[in-house]
């Protein structure tokens, strides 16, 4: 199935920028079947000449078990650059630099955690632990859960689940809790409104509208 999620961002009530999230297809990768799962965020307008942002990934993600298999990541954030591929096997990481680290079998990055969540029953009250890999570390990402809460965005007014998954700081994410993800609360558990806490602040993704298969929704 081809999903693409569109977002707007925002710095307070000002748009700045603009985010996608996308199932681009299936491939097969070292002989397994895998999502491909693209994402894109950037800034726009007179906000870039203040802070430019602009990155790009794409996250090869087992159909079956929600590991990565392949990471790509090119970000571009102010005056920080960085490019860089990683292919999971097994029980280690392999990084384009040349750099081995060992990892969970079941590890995944970001983007592939958040689909995983997508496709588990959860409810307010629960915290899921996720086998988690980023910047040469590895480490268990807990998700607490809370709601139902009610969120508007540009695409509507939904009722939501809260996650707030607690990760490692890095040079993308200043902060342990970098990320609040308010989820509709039927079965697909759509991302409906992203907070990323940013070296300059944080930016509001909300979602402007969904795409199945190009038809816009």
């Not at 990768?29 to 942002?53: M, V």
């Not at 078990?65 to 090119?74: A, D, E």
């Not at 970001?110 to 029953?121: D, E, G, L, Q």
């Not at 307010?124 to 809370?146: A, E, L, Q, R």
């Amino acid at each position: 199935m081809n999903e693409r999620l569109n977002y707007g961002g925002y710095y307070g009530l000002l748009r700045v920028g603009s985010s996608y999230m996308e199932i681009s297809g299936v491939e097969k990768l070292k002989d397994k079947p895998a999502y491909i799962i693209e994402s894109s965020q950037k800034t726009e307008g007179i906000f870039s000449f203040f802070f430019h942002l602009e990155d790009y990934y794409v996250s090869y993600v087992d159909t079956g078990s929600f590991s990565t298999s392949r990471f790509i990541k090119k970000i571009h954030e102010g005056n920080y650059k960085n490019e860089v591929t990683l292919d999971f096997e097994r029980d280690s990481v392999f990084y384009s630099n040349g750099k081995k680290v060992d990892a969970n079998p079941e590890a995944k990055d970001i983007f592939a955690s958040i689909y995983y969540m997508r496709n588990i029953t959860f409810s307010p009250g629960d915290t899921i632990s996720i086998p988690f890999h980023s910047s040469g570390k590895n480490y268990d990402m807990i998700v607490p859960v809370s709601g139902p809460y009610w969120i508007t965005v540009p695409a509507g007014k939904y009722e939501t689940y809260l996650l707030s998954p607690v990760v490692p700081k890095g040079k993308i994410f200043r902060s342990s809790e970098p990320l609040k993800i308010w989820v509709s609360i039927d079965s697909l558990h759509v991302p409906l409104k992203i907070e990323s806490h940013l070296s300059f602040g944080t930016i509001s993704f909300m979602l402007e509208s969904i795409e199945i298969g190009g038809r816009r929704k």
